[in-house]
């Protein structure tokens, strides 16, 4: 009998779930729903964000299984590290602001390089910060937090959420692993996110840190080479 990965269920319900919400979506308007224009652009727009949840799925685990192989591709280079942050604080705003959760910096910070794929890095910090929207209360506040020593560069992003358990920590960065299915569900996401993370900052020579007391925050953090 063939051996299946533990996260082929997984997987199967991840999708399962988008592809018969889009069946249904459609079935409606076959079945008279296009007619009626209120409810055809409705439908439409949720089989639209169905589908759109598809292929996030596909293009993390296509990401994903390139990383555990190696395939993927890492552009080595200096560059500062704020401003990227930044740019990232910008896109997240509008999702923030729907929880009134403050995106902060834990001080001022002048110019920091390292010396890092700076995409690779962007969706790891993007990564972590939509985590810490997502799992975070409302009305709380992601602090993201730098610190140099030598020439290392450690970056933490902590939010005052209701924080993890221990006993989920050896499982927390698996596929599709959720500490919380519940508000997993509500949250959206592949399920990747957090797997993706550990893999592109191995690939950094570095890994991912997590620190949690329950009801009073989250922190991940990981390290870089400063330029």
């Not at 988008?18 to 459609?26: D, E, H, K, L, R």
């Not at 990227?84 to 910070?109: D, P």
């Not at 960065?173 to 996401?189: C, I, L, P, Q």
């Not at 191995?202 to 991912?208: E, L, R, T, V």
Request: proline content about 2%; hydrophobic content about 40%; aromatic content about 8%.
């Amino acid at each position: 009998m063939p051996i299946v990965p533990t996260w082929y269920g997984c997987i199967s319900h991840e999708l399962k779930t988008p592809v018969f919400a889009t069946q249904g979506y459609i079935l409606t308007l076959l079945e008279g729903g296009i007619d009626d224009d209120e409810v055809n652009r409705l439908f439409l727009n949720r089989a639209a964000k169905a589908t759109d949840r598809i292929v996030d799925i596909l293009e993390d685990l296509d990401q994903i299984t390139r990383l555990e192989v190696d395939e993927l591709k890492m552009d080595f280079r200096s560059f500062e590290l704020i401003d990227l942050i930044k740019e990232i604080k910008g896109t997240l705003a509008f999702s923030a602001k729907e929880k009134n959760i403050e995106l902060v910096f834990n001080k001022e910070y002048n110019s920091i390089y390292v010396f890092a794929d700076r995409t690779k890095i962007g969706q790891v910090l993007t990564n972590l910060i939509v985590n810490s929207i997502n799992y975070g209360d409302v009305n709380g506040k992601t602090i993201i937090s730098i610190f140099i020593i030598d020439d290392l560069v450690t970056i933490e992003i902590e939010d005052n959420g209701p924080g993890i358990e221990e006993r989920h920590f050896p499982r927390l960065f698996e596929r599709f692993y959720r500490v919380d299915k519940s508000r997993a569900k509500m949250s959206g996401g592949s399920g990747l996110g957090l797997s993706i993370v550990k893999h592109i900052v191995k690939a950094h020579g570095s890994q991912i840190t997590v620190i949690s007391k329950v009801d009073k925050g989250t922190s991940f953090s990981f390290k870089l080479e400063k330029a």
